[in-house]
């Protein structure tokens, strides 16, 4: 089975910089790496969103209020970061690591527990 597992979060003072780290371990039996990874955020009391994505080859993507202030990279095939910088309490939110992978044609999604982000004074 596979696990996906979060590190990095923690609490931070308006303006300053974390970054987040996600680790997928892969059965060795299977390998299937991973192909899309992905953070998202669920603030408090509301609905989960996406943060940023990247595919396999590097290429990232990112929502609005992400581009410009987070950085997504993955390390080895199943390792993504995000560095967050600038943070604000709008940021406040637990932050959850996603990949997906096929195996013979279907489609798998894979997320982590989550690691917890609070940007306060």
């Known amino acids: 089975q596979v696990q996906l597992v979060e590190s990095g979060g923690g609490l931070v003072q308006p303006g300053g910089s974390l970054t987040l780290s996600c680790t997928a371990s892969i059965e060795t039996f299977n390998v299937r790496d991973m192909e899309v990874m992905a953070w998202y955020r669920q603030p408090p009391g509301k609905q989960r969103e996406m943060v940023a994505r990247?595919?396999?080859?590097?290429?990232a993507s990112y929502e609005t209020f992400a581009k410009d202030r987070f950085t997504i990279s993955r390390g080895n095939a199943n390792t993504v970061y995000l560095e967050m910088h600038n943070l604000k309490p709008d940021d406040t939110a637990v932050y959850l690591c996603?990949?997906?992978?096929?195996?013979?044609?279907?489609?798998?999604?894979?997320w982590g527990q989550g690691t917890q982000v609070t940007v306060s004074s």
């Open positions: 996603y990949g997906d992978r096929h195996i013979f044609g279907q489609l798998y999604d894979h």
């Open positions: 990247i595919s396999a080859d590097g290429t």
